[in-house]
């Protein structure tokens, strides 16, 4: 099942898509199936409805806000989203920090409109991550299916992270596409995810 995934993904080997799922879960442990589903959906289909910032003064504020968090100053500047990694989660604080232009991570982000979503490649890569979970991990693959169950899995509803998920990693980020990132920025390709 799992060598269509490799042909329908832009970039994606197997293995790689294994580093960054295991990295996912040892980064981001109190992680539930409704997290993992949404670290999913916005790697294939873009922040969806989440709000991100169009206008300077909103992401000013945007990064006031990220700098209150309790996770301020220790996120990476860019996390993967996604197995496929189509999209990145650019981390403000640290983005601003390193003197970044504000506009351009605008811009960047405005861009991720112009990306089609593909609900097949999510399905597989939600199928994917089921492999990815062993013994012991708080989130199982129980957990996993129970909450496919829940939902219009065939669908591919957008749903929200946890509260307990964004109270723990906060929302001070932008979803921007990988490709314009590094091109914008090859500095970071190496030293961040």
């Known amino acids: 099942m799992f060598e269509h995934l490799q042909e329908i993904s832009e970039r994606a080997s197997i293995e790689s898509m294994t580093r960054t799922a295991?990295?996912?879960?040892?980064?981001?442990?109190?992680?539930?199936?409704?997290?993992?589903?949404?670290?999913?959906?916005?790697?294939?289909?873009?922040?969806?409805?989440?709000?991100?910032p169009t206008r300077l003064d909103e992401l000013t504020q945007m990064i006031?806000?990220?700098?209150?968090?309790?996770?301020?100053?220790?996120q990476p500047m860019w996390e993967p989203l996604g197995l496929t990694c189509r999209f990145v989660h650019v981390n403000l604080i640290p983005y601003s920090d390193a003197g970044c232009p504000l506009k351009r991570i605008l811009t960047l982000g405005e861009r991720t409109r112009d990306y089609r979503a593909d609900q097949l490649r999510f399905k597989m890569q939600w199928a994917f991550m089921k492999t990815q979970i062993i013994h012991g991990m708080r989130i199982?693959?129980?957990?996993?299916?129970?909450?496919?169950?829940?939902?219009?899995f065939h669908m591919t509803p957008e749903i929200s992270f946890t509260d307990e998920y964004l109270a723990e990693y906060g929302s001070g980020y932008m979803v921007v596409p990988y490709d314009l990132f590094f091109e914008t920025y090859p500095e970071y390709a190496e030293h961040e995810s």
């Open 64 to 74: 006031r806000t990220a700098r209150m968090h309790k996770s301020a100053g220790s």
């Open 140 to 152: 199982t693959v129980e957990e996993m299916v129970s909450f496919e169950n829940d939902i219009a």
């Open 22 to 52: 295991e990295q996912f879960l040892d980064n981001h442990p109190i992680a539930r199936a409704r997290d993992l589903y949404r670290w999913l959906w916005e790697g294939e289909f873009g922040p969806g409805t989440r709000h991100q």
